[in-house]
Structure formats: structure tokens, C-alpha cells
T-cell receptor
Framework: AQTVTQSQPEMSVQEAETVTLSCTYD???????LFWYKQPPSRQMILVIR??????QNATENRFSVNFQKAAKSFSLKISDSQLGDTAMYFC??????????????FGKGTLLTVNP | EPEVTQTPSHQVTQMGQEVILRCVPI?????FYWYRQILGQKVEFLVS????????KSEIFDDQFSVERPDGSNFTLKIRSTKLEDSAMYFC???????????FGDGTRLSIL
């Protein structure tokens, strides 16, 4: 079974600064995907960024980037130029690749990020 | 951009009553999922569904739960006899055959009294 650990229950950052959220995971699988989802106070679940484990290049999406360390089973999210709208709960998630129709996301407990003006 | 839609946004039900949560997945998606999030806790997988069958279910998904695709557009989660501990946010998601990314609806907040 896979586990996802987010060791920072809460973090805060000043607007326009950079913040990094940590995520580690445990799996015996070699092919998998990792995701960061954002959940603002409205409680929607919004995909922020995804990483395919077989790709060594770290994924980037505008101000969001990841530091994927496969050997260390680490998948951190960096948010640059933080904006007030980035205030949300951030969940790290794991999904086994090539699982046929048995796809499921395993989530961490989340990190509550507050961006201060 | 296509969206997953869920109704109702908030459902209040007496303990012991049946409840049906509804979802309209993205139209060309064939893989569907339900997740649950108890207030303040992490999102937990309940069930995945493909080709009119359950693909995988978690330990949470006991005999009180069922899923159905009654027509070509809806995907429902039924809880037969609700308990207080079923109070949670329920998210529906859908995906293409790669299984990712999973697109989530806005959720249904279920409150059991």
C-alpha cells in the first residue's frame, strides 16, 4: 500500500515571496504519478501540477514547480511570487501508473498555506 | 473547459435515511470515482467505476454504499441508511483511460442529523 506524508500542517508566506511545501511518499511501485491539488476555502479540488515518475525533468506550471527526487521519494511544491489567491489547503497525491481500471488517488493530510498581504 | 458537476451542493438528512448524491462526469470520460473528506481530514478514496462495474473499492465502501450509472450522463452514490459518521464532503471525479488527471467536482456536503 502507498502512503503519502505531508509533514507541515500549516505554513505562511508573505505575498510575492516564495514558499516550498514538502511531501514524501512510500511505495514499492516504479511507475506512478504524483500530483498537487489545491483546495481553497470554497472546498473545490483543483489540480495544480502533476509529475510522471519516469520523467526526470521536474514539472512546472507558471508560478508552480516541483522538486521530484525519486530515490528519496520526495515531491515538494514550490510556489513563486505568492499571491493572496494561493491561500488554500494543498494536498499531495499518489497514483499508481498502468493499473488497468483500478486507478485511485492516495492523498496526504494536507498543508494549509496562508499568504499574507 | 469541461467540468464535473455535482448536485446538490449541500444535503441535510436524518440519520437512517437514504441519500443519493449525483454527479455528471466530463462527457468523454469513462472512469469515475467517489472520494470522501471528513471535515479537517484528508481526502479518502471510496470507489472507482468503469464499464458499469466497480473497479476497486476501499474498506469504507461497505454494504451501505452503492454506485450506479443510471443513464449516459449521471453517476450516483447511494448511502442506504445514513449514520452520523457519514457526514462529510463527497467528491466525484472522472478521468480518461490513463486514469489521470482526475477532474473533481465541487463536492456535496452531506450533513447527517
Amino acid at each position: 500500500a502507498q502512503t503519502v506524508t505531508q509533514s507541515q500542517p500549516e505554513m505562511s508566506v508573505q505575498e510575492a515571496e516564495t514558499v516550498t511545501l514538502s511531501c514524501t511518499y512510500d511505495t514499492s511501485e516504479n511507475n506512478y504519478y504524483l500530483f498537487w491539488y489545491k483546495q481553497p476555502p470554497s472546498r473545490q479540488m483543483i489540480l495544480v501540477i502533476r509529475q510522471e515518475a519516469y520523467k526526470q525533468q521536474n514539472a512546472t506550471e507558471n508560478r508552480f514547480s516541483v522538486n521530484f527526487q525519486k530515490a528519496a521519494k520526495s515531491f515538494s511544491l514550490k510556489i513563486s511570487d505568492s499571491q493572496l489567491g494561493d491561500t488554500a489547503m494543498y494536498f499531495c497525491a499518489f497514483m499508481k501508473r498502468g493499473g488497468g481500471s483500478n486507478y485511485k488517488l492516495t492523498f496526504g493530510k494536507g498543508t494549509l498555506l496562508t499568504v499574507n498581504p | 473547459e469541461p467540468e464535473v458537476t455535482q448536485t446538490p451542493s449541500h444535503q441535510v438528512t436524518q440519520m437512517g435515511q437514504e441519500v443519493i448524491l449525483r454527479c455528471v462526469p466530463i462527457s468523454n470520460h469513462l472512469y469515475f470515482y467517489w472520494y470522501r473528506q471528513i471535515l479537517g481530514q484528508k481526502v479518502e478514496f471510496l470507489v472507482s467505476f468503469y464499464n458499469n462495474e466497480i473497479s476497486e473499492k476501499s474498506e469504507i465502501f461497505d454494504d451501505q454504499f452503492s454506485v450506479e450509472r443510471p443513464d449516459g450522463s449521471n453517476f450516483t452514490l447511494k448511502i442506504r441508511s445514513t449514520k452520523l459518521e457519514d457526514s462529510a464532503m463527497y467528491f466525484c471525479a472522472s478521468s480518461d483511460p490513463t486514469g489521470q488527471p482526475q477532474h473533481f467536482g465541487d463536492g456535496t456536503r452531506l450533513s447527517i442529523l
